[in-house]
Nanobody, 129 residues
Framework: VQLVESGGGSVQAGGSLNLTCAAR????????LGWFRQAPGKDREGVAA????????YYADSVKGRFTISLDNAKTTLSLQMSNLTPEDTAVYYC????????????????????????WGQGTQVTVS
């Protein structure tokens, strides 16, 4: 799978940004797509995920109510709408894909883990000041 993020940038606290991820796969379509972020000196954090079958979503508590993950009808463009941003949201944001069956049920019970995902984008920087 090939994943290419875009839409990062700098914004003032309270502002909004929309990230997109163009997804292409050749043999197996992903069952789950998600967004992770990694701030300097911190572990990578899963913030939102979506099941490609029925658009079931998951959000980390840190972004719930502020971020919205969505997938277009063609299942090729993943979006993350971010609003009411704070400096704590500053990080490199990564798009990720997983071909694991049933992953969303695990994510709903214990959150997102990097090891769940086997395809990654190059990342896009989001800076909130």
């Amino acid at each position: 799978v090939q994943l290419v993020e875009s839409g990062g940038g700098s914004v003032q606290a309270g502002g909004s940004l929309n990230l997109t991820c163009a997804a292409r796969w050749h043999f197996y379509s992903p069952h789950c797509l998600g967004w992770f972020r990694q701030a300097p000196g911190k572990d990578r954090e899963g913030v939102a995920a979506i099941y490609t079958g029925d658009d079931e979503t998951y959000y980390a508590d840190s972004v719930k109510g502020r971020f919205t993950i969505s997938l277009d009808n063609a299942k090729t463009t993943l979006s993350l709408q971010m609003s009411n941003l704070t400096p704590e949201d500053t990080a490199v944001y990564y798009c990720a894909a997983s071909t694991t069956w049933g992953l969303m049920s695990y994510i709903q019970s214990r959150g997102m883990e990097s090891s769940d995902f086997d395809g990654w984008g190059q990342g896009t920087q989001v800076t909130v000041s």
